[in-house]
């Protein structure tokens, strides 16, 4: 199995700044791909960005030129720095990664449990 946990949520007012952490533990083989989610109040889950491991970036449209993604592979560790931020990115921001186990197996897709990031106007 794989565990994820995040790190770094919070309260901040509009325009700071927030990163958020995500540790990926177990018997891991290898993580083709970590990534951010979130999912605002009545709102369904949304990707953010994610990062290969070869550093390809996917970011949406409205996180383009404030969030950025970096991965450390060695560490399994994906971070996310957010920047410039709005009222509009309050949610709950999950962790996740698609990644094989060394007992063999279909890569799957793993999830945190989230952390909740909230900016006041």
């Known amino acids: 199995q794989v565990q994820l946990v995040e790190s770094g949520g919070g309260l901040v007012q509009a325009g700071g700044s927030l990163r958020l952490s995500c540790a990926a533990s177990?018997?891991?083989?290898?993580?083709?791909?970590m990534g951010w989610f979130r999912q605002a109040p009545g709102k369904q889950r949304e990707l953010v960005v994610d990062?290969?491991?070869?550093?390809?970036?996917n970011y949406a449209d409205s996180v383009k030129g404030r969030f950025t993604i970096s991965r450390d592979n060695a560490k399994n560790t994906a971070f996310l720095q957010m920047n410039s931020l709005k009222p509009e990115d309050t949610g709950v921001y999950y962790c996740?990664?698609?990644?094989?186990?060394?007992?063999?197996?279909?890569?799957?897709?793993?999830w945190g449990q989230g952390t909740q990031v909230t900016v006041s106007s």
């Open positions: 996740n990664a698609i990644a094989t186990l060394y007992s063999g197996g279909r890569e799957k897709v793993y």
């Open positions: 177990g018997s891991i083989f290898s993580i083709r791909a």
């Open positions: 990062i290969t491991s070869g550093g390809s970036t």
